[in-house]
């Protein structure tokens, strides 16, 4: 493909609307550019009107990599603050424009291309490259979490993970390859009180006060977590969300909270769920008055691949030949459907790296368009060294 074709294909990524659904538009449109160049693919339907799709080029025999991207995109915020339409995409001087464009549509459309021009040039692969997107990940992992299920990840030895890793839009095409990331466990508690008029609370039980206790319990509980990783440090608790009451003149007799915890190997999330279940069942049976349930909303687990693994330094080595930059390894603490393909196949290397900088999920979202035509070339090259 040339340039413009390249940059097209992009931004049709871009105009389609995928802020946590319509997924199946932006698959039919990938399903279509591949049966295009002959590549086979299979759109797999989860919800209505949201689909993932698999595709996969090469042979049987040897290595087998995948590229993994995500079609889903966060809200779009204060459409005001938006320089341009954040959904159709916009090229300002050396800049792309739109939602999604850095997290991750261009990763998204890099790794589709590179496998199409791979496919075209008839690079002899020894092995099986695939191409895995998803739906929902912002939210649930949901549509990596449903592949996984279906086997798709059973075979693979390596998944690159194509969001964006760029250090920032100060420091043009620098990027680092992130080998390991914490698990993120999402849960809700539900206080189920007793309603009453409020000039009567006697006659009543305050479902925010029993869940305001119990909170200040549960904040006591993760004070005690002090286990920590090498790499991805401690576990990080954060109650973000805290619900109660209907009117100013009744006893509330609901409320509920959602809590995000970024979790590390050391401590796993079954084991965080577990100490959070008797916790409930202590406020329940202590006094029969009280009644809280505990709901796990999403758990996925920390990632962590070996520095020295294949995939990473064959990565290593191709970004450095094409930027001349140092290209460091490193962990994070943000989440990725890395958690869910390696959940089911625990022998899996997972990288996350691709174009992008750090205005993914903010106003006036962009890409270099430089990077991005330079990533597809990096793909190629990383699976040619990886399935030779």
């Excluded at 590179?114 to 549509?143: D, P, R, W, Y």
């Excluded at 004070?223 to 990080?236: A, N, P, S, W, Y």
């Amino acid at each position: 493909m040339d340039k413009q074709q390249r940059l097209d294909i992009l931004k049709q990524l871009v105009n389609i609307k995928t802020v946590a659904a319509n997924e199946a538009e932006l698959t039919s449109y990938l399903s279509q550019l591949l049966n295009q160049y002959g590549i086979k693919n299979k759109i797999i339907p989860q919800f209505d009107n949201r689909s993932n799709l698999v595709a996969e080029i090469g042979h049987n025999h040897g290595h087998k990599l995948a590229f993994a991207g995500h079609a889903d995109t966060v809200h779009e915020g204060d459409i005001s603050a938006w320089e341009t339409d954040p959904f159709t995409a916009t090229v300002k001087g050396n800049d792309l424009y739109g939602r999604g464009v850095t997290d991750m549509k261009a990763g998204l459309a890099a790794m589709t291309i590179a496998m199409i021009e791979l496919h075209e040039e008839q690079v002899n692969l020894s092995g099986s490259l695939k191409l895995l997107v998803t739906i929902s990940e912002e939210l649930t992992k949901g549509g990596a979490n449903y592949l996984s299920k279906l086997g798709y990840v059973n075979d693979l030895d390596a998944v690159i993970l194509g969001e964006p890793t760029g250090f920032g839009v100060e420091q043009d095409n620098q990027h680092y390859l992130v080998n390991a990331h914490k698990g993120a466990l999402i849960y809700t508690v539900e206080s189920f009180g007793k309603a009453a008029h409020s000039s009567t609370p006697d006659r009543g039980i305050n479902a925010i006060d029993q869940l305001i206790e119990y909170r200040n319990a549960e904040r006591q509980l993760f004070v005690k977590f002090q286990t920590r990783d090498d790499e991805l440090g401690t576990t990080i608790y954060t109650p973000d969300v805290f619900h109660g009451g209907q009117q100013v003149n009744s006893i509330p007799d609901y409320a509920y909270q959602q809590v995000m915890v970024r979790t590390i190997p050391q401590l796993p999330n079954q084991q965080i769920i577990d100490y959070l279940q008797s916790l409930v069942d202590a406020f329940n049976t202590n006094d029969t008055n009280k009644k809280l349930k505990l709901t796990v909303n999403f758990s996925g687990n920390p990632v962590k691949t070996n520095p020295k693994a294949a995939i990473i330094k064959i990565s290593q080595n191709v970004l450095q030949a094409f930027t001349n930059d140092c290209c460091p390894i490193k962990a994070l603490s943000m989440g990725t459907d890395a958690s869910q393909f390696t959940q089911q196949n625990p022998n899996l290397d997972a990288l996350v790296f691709g174009p992008g900088n750090n205005t993914a999920h903010q106003t006036n979202e962009y890409i270099d368009i430089a990077s991005y035509l330079e990533f597809i070339d990096i793909y190629k090259n990383i699976a040619i060294e990886y399935l030779q």
